[in-house]
Nanobody
């Protein structure tokens, strides 16, 4: 499985961005795709995840502001980020969990929110 993340950038606080994660390869084996982020000096944290059945889960810090969705026809997962805050600044990574269990990571995309 290969993952290609895109959509990061610089935005003012209160603004919005949409990240995309395009999967290729053995996409039939993907059980879930998630978005994680890592800010400088902090541990990587899971932000949102969507399963192959469509169920979603979010970190408390982004509930009500971020929405994860997917386009099955394009094997792409999106992360719509609204009401962005400076503390959302981080490198965002998409990752896939497959069955049999393996983890794959895409390259990161930088999100910077200015105050």
């Amino acid at each position: 499985v290969q993952l290609q993340a895109s959509g990061g950038g610089l935005v003012q606080a209160g603004g919005s961005l949409r990240l995309s994660c395009a999967a290729s390869g053995s996409t039939f084996s993907i059980a879930a795709i998630g978005w994680s982020r890592q800010a400088p000096g902090k541990q990587r944290e899971l932000v949102a995840i969507i399963s192959s059945s469509g169920s979603t889960n979010y970190a408390d810090s982004v509930k009500g502001r971020f929405t994860i969705s997917r386009d099955n026809a394009k094997n792409t997962v999106f992360l719509q980020m609204n009401s962005l805050k400076p503390e959302d600044t981080a490198v965002y990574y998409c990752n896939a969990r497959t069955m049999p269990l393996r983890h794959y990571w895409g390259q990161g995309t930088q999100v910077t929110v200015s105050s």
